[in-house]
């Protein structure tokens, strides 16, 4: 899901070592797939997903291990080659959503392994959407695989360019109603815990920015069952996923602050960690705060916060009381990667942006991820930071 807006529903920061579980890693080969159309549908497709988690109305066994597989970075996704019935499909990973579908670029159907359940499915999101078939078949990463996972088989799909459909890691809940007979769909994770596939519901998020001018680089790895303990360093972080609120039916956390500098743009807000958004979303008053202390102004022509003259200062986000600083070279589109989203050269441009008034109005994005290991919990409803390896 490109950082797509979820509309159907039916949903004191730890710090510790984690268990130091050592991954075994599959490396995959990837394609290389295209559905960048242009910068401002990036920024206009986050900022739909912000609007659309504000508008919830709902909510034969192998051995236990952990596995990793490799993750495209495409600039404004992360793609994940996922085998489903024998076939790989590009699939968008996506912690914002919870369906796992395909067919929006290439045919998908049952194989000879799969069962037509009967059931249709239909999934709205911020900028996009599709319906289609549900059945179940086997799935497949990184060395692990789910027999009988439920998937929807794309009749028809909208905002989608280049990319098979998603692969939701998002929490169960966010299923609810979108497949009829049924009231909530296990997701990927949730079979191989159950298929005794993993012991621990836990996903491991390594992210990287591009090399240069690459807009295609196998540089990201997705940890099942655990964390991979090479991709980052110093003390892995934990904080509690939201419990109440709209957040509560992602991957919710508090922020406790945002700074730039010595300004304090914000002392709480309420947000998500979402692998299938592009920027970093904050609240519209710490927005406007930021852009005055950097000396900025949102570009028309490309959504994005636009400054004259390069910034200087850190941008900072607390959790509970961890402080998560970004430098200038971090926060600010690599000038290597203007020509991909056509942006003007001796202009400077952030992945920060406007996530709204009111409400949950933070959304955490890749390239905040792109910084930070990231661990999503559902063994024990936490979220976990550290400093990327």
């Excluded at 599959?26 to 900022?47: C, D, E, P, R, W």
């Excluded at 169960?172 to 769909?185: I, K």
């Excluded at 300004?263 to 920027?279: E, K, P, Q």
């Excluded at 290597?336 to 400077?348: D, E, I, M, P, R």
Aim: with cysteine; net charge neutral.
């Amino acid at each position: 899901m490109l950082f797509l807006g979820l509309l159907v529903v039916a949903v004191a920061a730890v710090s510790a070592s984690p268990t130091q579980v050592q991954a075994r890693t599959a490396k995959l080969s990837m394609n290389k797939v295209s559905h960048f159309t242009s910068i401002k549908n990036v920024v206009s497709k986050g900022q739909a997903r912000v609007a659309a988690v504000n508008g919830l109305s709902s909510a034969a066994v192998p051995s236990p291990e952990v596995s990793s597989g490799t993750v495209t970075n495409e600039d404004v996704s992360y793609v994940a080659p996922i085998v489903i019935g024998g076939k790989t499909y590009e699939l968008i990973v996506d912690t914002g959503s919870s369906n796992t579908w395909c067919g929006a670029a290439t045919a998908c159907e049952k194989s000879s392994t799969g069962t037509a359940s009967g059931g249709t499915v239909s999934v709205s999101y911020g900028s996009g959407s599709f319906s289609g078939t549900e059945y179940t078949d086997t799935v497949s990463f990184g060395g692990l695989t789910v027999t009988k996972q439920s998937i929807g088989s794309a009749t028809k799909s909208t905002g989608f360019s280049g990319v098979d459909g998603i692969i939701g890691f998002g929490p169960v809940v966010l299923t609810e109603g979108t497949v009829s007979g049924l009231t909530t769909v296990p997701t990927f994770m949730d079979n191989l815990k159950t298929q005794g596939s993993i012991t621990s519901e836990i996903l491991g998020v390594y992210f990287k920015p591009e090399s240069g001018s690459d807009t295609a680089d196998a540089n990201g790895e997705l940890t099942l069952g655990g964390v991979d303990t090479t991709k980052y360093t110093g003390t892995l972080t934990y904080f509690p996923k939201a419990t109440s609120g709209d957040a509560s039916y992602y991957w919710g956390i508090s922020i406790a602050r945002f700074t730039y500098g010595t300004t304090t743009l914000a002392s709480s807000a309420s947000g998500i960690v979402d692998t299938g958004t592009t920027l970093i979303y904050i609240p519209t008053s710490a927005y406007n705060k930021f852009l005055s202390a950097a000396g900025g102004a949102t570009d028309s022509s490309t959504g994005l916060a636009r400054f004259s003259t390069k910034p200087t200062s850190n941008f900072v986000i607390t959790f509970g009381t961890t402080a998560y600083t970004l430098t200038p070279d971090m926060y600010l589109v690599p000038t290597a990667q203007y020509s991909v989203f056509g942006l003007t050269t001796g202009k400077y441009y952030a992945w920060i942006n406007d996530g709204g008034a009111s409400g949950v109005n933070t959304i955490i994005g890749q390239k905040f991820l792109e910084n930070f290991y990231s661990v999503f919990d559902t063994t024990n409803s936490r979220i976990g930071f550290a400093t990327a390896a």
